[in-house]
T-cell receptor, first 112, second 112 residues
Framework: GESVGLHLPTLSVQEGDNSIINCAYS??????FIWYKQESGKGPQFIID?????DKRQGQRVTVLLNKTVKHLSLQIAATQPGDSAVYFC???????????FGKGNQVVVIP | DSGVTQTPKHLITATGQRVTLRCSPR?????VYWYQQSLDQGLQFLIQ???????AKGNILERFSAQQFPDLHSELNLSSLELGDSALYFC???????????FGPGTRLTVT
């Protein structure tokens, strides 16, 4: 997909290393958080989600950590691969208004 | 392939015109969401329908409207187009709100 914003934070990571992408969310009442990946020319793709009553959730090669005290969400990607190069968005959902709010995005560039 | 289809893929039109974007959700998904992605505003939630009824509204302009039909496909109508409406428009669907959303490939709208 298109770069979201002219000045996306960019993380350059060596292939095989672990990546950590951070996100500060805005609503302390948000109930549900999702990480999406957007590759060039494509729509966002779901990676992993976490509910507000959890602080950690693991998927395949990915882990999401939630720190509600400081309203911080992170995505860890293990053994980063060239196919992980994309823009990553965090999104928060408040069940009260059912609106999914996306962060600005982080560009990840994997160096072979 | 997310299973969500959007047409057309590209659309070029002039200011003041009206266009209709179409979305077919994944089979079995009752919720449809519309998003606008532009360079300066990132990914913005516009509106959500669930089984034919409007469920949530985001930053949707009055010049824009949407509907979901009995067969669950959805259309987003954009009228009195302005240059600033040029963006990628994504449709997403989910089984039930707020569940994991699957995004279509998007429609790129260019207003000249």
């Amino acid at each position: 997909g298109e770069s979201v914003g002219l000045h996306l934070p960019t993380l350059s990571v060596q292939e095989g290393d672990n990546s950590i992408i951070n996100c500060a969310y805005s609503n302390s009442a948000s109930d549900y958080f999702i990480w999406y990946k957007q590759e060039s020319g494509k729509g966002p793709q779901f990676i992993i989600d976490i509910r507000s009553n959890m602080d950690k959730r693991q998927g395949q090669r990915v882990t999401v950590l939630l720190n509600k005290t400081v309203k911080h969400l992170s995505l860890q990607i293990a053994a980063t691969q060239p196919g992980d190069s994309a823009v990553y968005f965090c999104a928060e959902l408040y069940y009260g208004n059912n609106r999914l709010a996306f962060g600005k995005g982080n560009q990840v560039v994997v160096i072979p | 392939d997310s299973g969500v289809t959007q047409t057309p893929k590209h659309l070029i039109t002039a200011t003041g015109q009206r266009v209709t974007l179409r979305c077919s959700p994944r089979s079995g998904d009752l919720s449809v969401y519309w998003y606008q992605q532009s360079l300066d505003q990132g990914l913005q939630f516009l509106i959500q329908y669930y089984n034919g009824e409007e469920r949530a509204k985001g930053n949707i302009l009055e010049r824009f409207s949407a509907q979901q039909f009995p067969d669950l496909h959805s259309e987003l109508n954009l009228s009195s187009l302005e240059l600033g409406d040029s963006a990628l428009y994504f449709c997403a669907s989910s089984v039930d709100p707020p569940g994991e959303q699957y995004f279509g490939p998007g429609t790129r709208l260019t207003v000249t």
